[in-house]
């Protein structure tokens, strides 16, 4: 059974930085495409940071140059380094993660920029 466990969304001021945790229940290395997600309220759920299978990385447009997605291979995390936090970045974050074409998802956390 893969798990998903995110970790450090907050209230942040905007312009501030947050840096989010996703802990993985088997090694991530087992994973085609691993990333973030994140879902505002009334608003679909939209992709924010990817990895793909190749090692490559995405990103969506709005986050270009804030956001960093990156990974720790040993200690089975990911993570999602966000700076320059602007009000419509407020979302609940979710991680993600394809398992031969198996989507896995965390219970998300949430994110809050406002002043």
């Known amino acids: 059974q893969v798990q998903l466990v995110e970790s450090g969304g907050g209230l942040v001021q905007p312009g501030g930085s947050l840096r989010l945790s996703c802990a993985a229940s088997?090694?991530?290395?087992?994973?085609?495409?691993l990333g973030w997600y994140r879902q505002a309220p009334g608003k679909q759920r939209e992709v924010v940071a990817y990895?793909?299978?190749?090692?490559?990385?995405s990103y969506v447009d709005s986050v270009k140059g804030r956001f960093t997605i990156s990974r720790d291979n040993a200690k089975n995390t990911l993570y999602l380094q966000m700076n320059s936090l602007k009000p419509e970045d407020t979302a609940v974050y979710y991680c993600?993660?394809?398992?031969?074409?198996?989507?896995?998802w965390g219970q998300g956390t949430q994110v809050t920029v406002s002043s």
């Open positions: 088997i090694s991530i290395f087992n994973f085609n495409g």
């Open positions: 990895f793909t299978s190749g090692g490559s990385t």
């Open positions: 993600n993660a394809d398992l031969y074409s198996r989507y896995y």
